[in-house]
């Protein structure tokens, strides 16, 4: 089973950036669609981003102008740019499979704060 760990948070002050890397265990088929989840305290799990091999890439609309999402099928890595960033962007960011399968793996925290 392909695990996923995700690294890159951190703390940054509103209007800020990050670069958020996910790297797979295993080879991630590029047919695969990846997306970035994340959990805000007290909220559910929701999609941030998804990337299908032919398609456009979803954004919430949240998050929309802001924040882009990428992969690099040779490394099993999946990327997510975040810029002007917000205090309600503050969660803890995952990236798995879309539509998600399989355990979580290991989050990201990022925290925008003054």
């Known amino acids: 089973q392909v695990q996923f760990v995700a690294s890159g948070g951190g703390l940054v002050q509103p209007g800020g950036s990050l670069r958020l890397s996910c790297a797979a265990s295993g080879r991630i088929s590029s047919i695969y669609a990846m997306g970035w989840y994340r959990q805000a305290p007290g909220k559910q799990r929701e999609l941030v981003a998804r990337?299908?091999?032919?398609?456009?890439?979803y954004y919430t609309d949240s998050v929309k102008g802001r924040f882009t999402i990428s992969r690099d099928n040779a490394k099993n890595t999946v990327f997510l740019q975040m810029n002007s960033l917000k205090p309600e962007d503050t969660a803890v960011y995952y990236c798995?499979?879309?539509?998600?399968?399989?355990?979580w793996g290991q989050g990201t925290q990022v925290t925008v704060s003054s």
């Open positions: 990337m299908i091999s032919n398609g456009s890439p």
């Open positions: 798995n499979f879309f539509p998600q399968f399989g355990s």
